[in-house]
């Protein structure tokens, strides 16, 4: 992905953008038709699996058979392939990967301040910068069909989601560098999703919550006292004893991670001690990857930090775009947050471990929260989905050329309409892959556990 923006002209990079359009038409980006040499779904999350703990693996059939929603989360893969078999602008930004509605949501800044943003960044690449708006979009329009709102409803919130995102866009597009990456959106903006009392209490509730969910508020969870020694509680398969071998090996890369910290928090680092360390199932997707939780001691015994060890691999999207500038899985998902989001966790690191398999470290919990999208009434999804379109773009603005975008988005709605059209279809080809899976589960194809 190009940096270099400085030397073109605000008129010239308008002008690259709005000759985008010329490869793909705005209304290029409706519709979807499944191409006739399109992989089988469950065969793209099999091959997924064949790298992956394979004990886990049912866990994860399990979890994404519950709804098309919770496929579609699980599925970043299969839309990755879909959208790389359309033409596409070539406006190319740092990617989330994998930006569906329920991944962005509240996290602390260094600073304290809650904020919300994207939070998940484990398939972060270089690519056009249409492929995130889409599965953000594809996720709004399954959510509303799943919260049981028409068709009509569903399509008004995927296209209010495209809209935010063009006319955010067009926003940044006329500041300067440093007030675009200064941008945030503070979580009070959660407060203007509410539209009756009750909704109010709910978001006020939603934040308390992510404002207590610390490591000392993990501690209770997570840990219980084991003759006079604080543990973590085993609760298996989501949370297991890392065992003697795994456990000499996170010991081994706590201690090369911090090398890849800035001075200052190496320093803040070298002021705990580990104490213990388990084997965590996370997410829906990355059940199956290698991931452990490490609990560390500060200043005391009551002074207390989780950090979360989780394996990074290619990005889906590796296969279907150019060679990014990362040759390290890690660094690549490290580099990627810490450009995407408006601010990233002082923990954010990366290293090498067993097997040379790739890890990046940061806090297991930082005051993080998501909204209830299975709670929301169609204009509370609509507002919600616009808060995502305005962050995608906040996120897209920081790496990307905003100038560009704005210009092939331009003013008039024909970028909206077109993906909201999209994501209705792409939600169609959801609900055939989702039951998909459920008959490779009732054929004994793939073993699903019970919900977990």
């Not at 409706?30 to 693996?57: H, K, N, Y």
């Not at 601010?343 to 067993?354: K, N, Q």
Request: with cysteine; aromatic share 6%; hydrophobic share 45%.
């Amino acid at each position: 992905m190009s940096t270099s923006l400085a030397p073109a002209a605000p008129a010239d990079r308008a002008q690259r953008g709005r000759a985008a359009r010329k490869r793909v038409p705005r209304s290029g980006h409706a519709g979807w038709l499944a191409p006739v040499d399109r992989a089988d779904p469950v065969a793209v999350l099999e091959r997924q699996g064949r790298d992956r703990l394979s004990e886990l693996l049912p866990i994860r059939y399990g979890r994404m058979a519950g709804s098309p929603l919770a496929f579609l989360r699980g599925a970043a893969a299969v839309m990755a392939a879909d959208l790389a078999s359309r033409p596409h602008t070539g406006l190319t930004v740092q990617l989330c990967g994998d930006a569906h509605l329920l991944n962005f949501g509240l996290y602390a800044s260094p600073e304290r301040r809650l904020l919300f943003d994207l939070n998940d960044f484990d398939e972060t690449f270089p690519g056009p910068f249409e492929w995130d708006v889409q599965r953000l979009a594809a996720s709004v329009a399954v959510a509303a069909r799943e919260n049981g709102h028409a068709d009509d409803k569903a399509r008004r919130a995927a296209m209010a989601a495209a809209a935010a995102y063009r006319t955010a866009m067009g926003r940044l597009a006329g500041r300067g560098e440093l007030e675009v990456w200064y941008e945030r959106i503070d979580a009070d903006s959660l407060r203007a999703l509410a539209r009756s009392a009750r909704r109010r209490r709910q978001v006020a509730a939603s934040l308390t919550r992510a404002r207590r969910r610390t490591s000392l508020h993990a501690v209770g969870k997570l840990t219980e006292v084991v003759d006079g020694r604080r543990r973590i509680v085993h609760d298996p398969p989501l949370l297991e004893s890392a065992g003697v071998s795994d456990m000499a090996a996170v010991r081994k890369m706590f201690s090369d991670y911090r090398s890849t910290l800035s001075e200052e928090r190496r320093l803040l680092l070298d002021r705990y001690r580990f104490v213990d360390a388990a084997r965590k199932v996370v997410g829906v997707g990355s059940v199956g990857m290698r991931c452990f939780v490490v609990l560390l001691a500060g200043r005391d015994t009551d002074d207390l930090l989780f950090l979360q060890i989780k394996e990074a691999r290619n990005s889906v999207l590796e296969e279907h775009l150019p060679h990014g500038p990362y040759v390290h899985p890690g660094h690549r998902v490290v580099a990627g947050q810490r450009l995407t989001q408006a601010a990233s966790d002082i923990f954010l690191g990366w290293m090498s471990g067993p097997q040379g398999r790739a890890f990046y470290w940061r806090q297991l919990r930082d005051m993080k929260g998501s909204a209830d999208v299975a709670g929301m009434s169609p204009s509370e999804l609509l507002a919600y989905a616009r808060l995502c379109g305005t962050a995608l773009a906040r996120a897209h603005a920081r790496s990307g050329d905003r100038i560009a975008i704005a210009a092939y988005l331009g003013d008039a709605d024909t970028f909206d309409r077109a993906v909201a059209d999209f994501a209705l279809a792409y939600a169609d080809q959801t609900a055939d892959d989702h039951a998909a899976l459920g008959a490779a589960i009732a054929a004994g194809v793939v073993r699903a556990a019970p919900h977990v």
